[in-house]
């Protein structure tokens, strides 16, 4: 073999390697763009799931609240109902004493310590009410409300305007809870009335009554 023959053949030889070397390097570049492209996909996939995740923590918490308000707000419902068993109770008692001292009032003096007493446990029972946030209905000059008065009496009148409440027969009480007005007693009353209108607002009476006793006792069947 010649010389320049070899020249030749050691060129070509040089040139295969060089030729190699370009090959690999390029399989090179092509796995690790293929690597960052895995690895940008998996990225991606683990941030979507971690979005998921947070929406679902979000929603859970969400959930978690409206339960917690709900136990609370039915926790204060029962809580309120029982006031109610107790204060209706107190009620009764507190009337029953308002009778007492309205007769004590004709009583000799030498009785008056007596009266004095049942007096103070009169004002401490009112106090009570007054603390629980019970108070007395409004009446007379009022317009007739079914919901919060039952007509005792009529009072046949030119000089007031129908339905209007002239006196109270017995008071009335009703209770706040949350912006809510509860009765928890109607007041007993008398209305002016001309004799003409008399029947019909018996009957209107009447009817309203029977709404009430079928509110109730669909609350109850509740």
């Given at each position: 073999?010649?010389?320049?023959?070899?020249?030749?053949?050691?060129?070509?030889?040089?040139?295969?390697?060089?030729?190699?070397?370009?090959?690999?390097k390029i399989n090179e570049e092509i796995l690790l763009k293929q690597s960052l492209e895995e690895k940008n996909k998996f990225i991606e996939e683990l941030e979507t799931k971690n979005k998921d995740l947070y929406r679902q923590l979000l929603s859970l918490k969400a959930d978690f609240?409206?339960?917690?308000?709900?136990?609370?707000?039915?926790?204060?419902?029962?809580?309120?109902?029982?006031k109610i068993f107790v204060v209706e109770k107190v009620i009764s008692l507190y009337e029953m004493f308002s009778q007492a001292i309205?007769?004590?009032?004709?009583?000799?003096?030498?009785?008056?310590?007596?009266?004095?007493g049942v007096k103070m446990i009169y004002s401490e029972l009112e106090s009570f009410l007054k603390k629980e946030g019970i108070t007395k209905i409004d009446?007379?000059?009022?317009?007739?409300?079914?919901?919060?008065?039952?007509?005792l009496e009529f009072e046949d009148s030119n000089?007031?305007?129908?339905?209007?409440?002239?006196?109270?027969?017995?008071e009335g009480y009703k209770i706040e809870n949350?912006?809510?007005?509860?009765?928890?007693?109607?007041?007993?009353?008398?209305?002016?009335?001309?004799?003409?209108?008399?029947?019909?607002?018996?009957?209107?009476?009447?009817?309203?009554?029977?709404?009430?006793?079928?509110?109730?006792?669909?609350?109850?069947?509740?």
């Amino acid at each position: 073999m010649t010389n320049k023959e070899k020249h030749e053949e050691c060129q070509k030889k040089i040139e295969e390697i060089l030729n190699l070397s370009r090959e690999e390097k390029i399989n090179e570049e092509i796995l690790l763009k293929q690597s960052l492209e895995e690895k940008n996909k998996f990225i991606e996939e683990l941030e979507t799931k971690n979005k998921d995740l947070y929406r679902q923590l979000l929603s859970l918490k969400a959930d978690f609240e409206n339960f917690r308000k709900r136990v609370e707000k039915e926790k204060q419902q029962k809580f309120f109902l029982g006031k109610i068993f107790v204060v209706e109770k107190v009620i009764s008692l507190y009337e029953m004493f308002s009778q007492a001292i309205k007769s004590f009032d004709n009583i000799k003096t030498d009785q008056k310590q007596v009266v004095d007493g049942v007096k103070m446990i009169y004002s401490e029972l009112e106090s009570f009410l007054k603390k629980e946030g019970i108070t007395k209905i409004d009446c007379v000059g009022k317009k007739f409300n079914p919901l919060h008065h039952e007509i005792l009496e009529f009072e046949d009148s030119n000089d007031v305007e129908d339905n209007v409440i002239v006196s109270v027969l017995m008071e009335g009480y009703k209770i706040e809870n949350g912006g809510e007005e509860i009765i928890l007693k109607p007041a007993k009353v008398k209305v002016a009335k001309k004799v003409s209108n008399i029947e019909e607002t018996q009957k209107q009476e009447s009817a309203s009554n029977n709404i009430k006793e079928k509110i109730n006792q669909d609350e109850k069947d509740e």
